[in-house]
């Protein structure tokens, strides 16, 4: 049992309590914002004058030295420290004698793990977005490979109206996009640095706190010193965005079910990314998918975890806030792996684009486009709606499809029929005559498929 504190106590710490009480086996994770926030404090009591340059020379080249040693195995965070912040202090105070014991001047916990907190949030964000990034690069070359894959759009799991690969996947481009919006936005709030709150109330040495929050890359420092180390808001919005983007990933996850399915048949996933069954041999699972669809709970769980344990808590930290970690470190690992999987999935996926085809030619997708033809020769489009609808009913008795019937048989529901509707409603036509910004339509498609690449740019 090693810890910082006990002048005060004169029986020691039962065993259990220790254990329950100690994070060290978690908040390891934490050594490198650790020893980097524990440098720019450092750094900045020399500047003030509260420590000489001698003892910031020495703590810098011991933190520096943990770190080095932390990362190349020859030092290992053992479990018999509280959490990662006695482990350091401790360290440090071994290697390097009294300076060490000065590193916690004007500091205390509170500011320090709320600070570490932040700067891994801060580190997890940047990885997470570039995990959307990667992934976006593979949608938009499935977007620009399939422009002309024709498919069926769907509403209730109905087929609607006839649509492209491509623009499918444009649909999840744009929920990505919005998760990397959502995430540059937390990183924005969250960038202001608690270091230097103290406990709850500041502290009476000279800290230069603008000082030690540009060093961390902060823009500046926070301007209440009990919001500063009881604030997990960012914890929370994180928590909530990883939600959002499980939540697009485990929509994305149905349809590859769903179009993998024997019933579908639109897709085949790599073998290298499907896994079979111990008994039936002719089995090829979509696991990745439905392993993602399922761990989209345990990040919703995490999210919930946070926002009940912060409901309760009066200013300013509480031991509570030591339950940030876990969930959050589960949640973040969960996404980024998940992310990860999917992407390389679908970019090995094949796309049995004939199918596809053969699927929106049937169902009658071009019916809305067989009432527009009446409504251009005069029908008012309330009448061409029932007129279609009868044409329809007519076809499903003949078995036919709407361009499978012969004019005649057009012309026996409504005179206005023309040689010219089977143009009207072919496929091609459907997609391609749908230009509006933000439909299938090819030209439609290229416009945004180019400024999603400026974007990828940027
Ligand atoms: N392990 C603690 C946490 O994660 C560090 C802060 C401890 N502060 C305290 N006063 N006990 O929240």
Same mark, same amino acid.
């Given at each position: 049992m090693a810890q910082l504190w006990g002048g005060r106590f004169t029986k020691e710490t039962d065993r259990n309590v220790y254990l329950f009480n100690a994070s060290i086996s978690f908040d390891k994770r934490l050594y490198r914002q650790d020893i980097e926030g524990s440098i720019a404090h450092a750094v900045m009591l020399e500047k003030q004058g509260i420590l000489t340059e001698e003892e910031k020379d020495a703590i810098v080249k011991g933190l520096s030295t943990i770190r080095s040693r932390l990362e190349e195995g020859s030092l290992e965070i053992s479990d018999?420290?509280?959490?990662i912040h006695s482990f350091v202090e401790s360290t440090l105070t071994k290697m390097?004698?009294? &300076? +060490?014991?000065?590193?916690? !001047?004007?500091?205390?916990r509170n500011d320090q793990v709320a600070l570490d907190m932040k700067m891994y949030v801060r580190g997890e964000i940047i990885e997470i977005d570039n995990l959307l990034k990667e992934f976006q690069k593979i949608l938009l070359k499935i977007m620009e490979e399939n422009l002309e894959t024709y498919m069926p759009g769907f509403t209730h799991m109905q087929k609607a109206q006839p649509v492209t690969l491509a623009h499918h996947m444009g649909a999840y481009f744009e929920m990505l996009r919005r998760d990397r919006s959502r995430l540059q936005d937390i990183y924005e709030r969250l960038n202001i640095c608690p270091l230097? &709150? +103290?406990?709850?109330?500041? !502290?009476?040495?000279?800290?230069?706190r603008g000082y030690t929050a540009s060093l961390l890359g902060f823009e500046s420092p926070t301007l209440n010193s009990m919001d500063s180390v009881s604030d997990r808001d960012y914890v929370i919005e994180l928590l909530s965005a990883l939600s959002t983007i499980m939540m697009h990933l485990s929509r994305f996850s149905e349809e590859i079910i769903i179009w993998n399915s024997n019933e579908y048949g639109f897709v085949e996933i790599d073998d290298a990314y499907s896994t079979g069954s111990s008994i039936m041999p002719q089995k090829k699972n979509p696991d990745i998918a439905e392993l993602v669809r399922g761990k989209t709970g345990r990040v919703y769980g995490a999210l919930m975890g946070m926002l009940t344990t912060m409901k309760?808590?009066?200013?300013?930290?509480?031991?509570?806030?030591?339950?940030?970690?876990e969930g959050s470190f589960d949640a973040i690992d969960t996404t980024k792996e998940c992310l990860l999987m999917f992407m390389q999935m679908m970019d090995t996926m094949k796309f049995r684009k004939d199918v596809m085809a053969r699927s929106a030619a049937?169902?009658?997708?071009n019916a809305t486009d067989a009432a527009d033809y009446l409504v251009k020769r005069g029908v008012p489009f309330r009448d061409a709606h029932g007129i279609i609808g009868q044409l329809v009913l007519s076809c499903i008795e003949k078995g036919k499809s709407i361009d499978e019937m012969t004019l005649e048989e057009l012309k026996s529901i409504s005179?206005?029929?023309?040689?010219?509707i089977y143009d009207a409603v072919s496929l091609k036509t459907c997609v391609e005559k749908?230009?509006?910004?933000?439909?299938?339509g090819i030209s439609a498609m290229r416009g945004v498929i180019a400024e999603y690449r400026k974007y990828l740019k940027d």
């Open positions: 018999e420290y509280e959490d390097i004698g009294d &300076a +060490g014991k000065k590193l916690h !001047t004007g500091r205390s230097g &709150a +103290g406990a709850l109330a500041g !502290t009476t040495y000279p800290l230069d309760g808590l009066p200013l300013a930290y509480n031991k509570d806030m030591q339950e940030d970690k049937k169902g009658f997708t005179e206005v029929f023309d040689a010219d749908r230009l509006t910004t933000g439909a299938p």
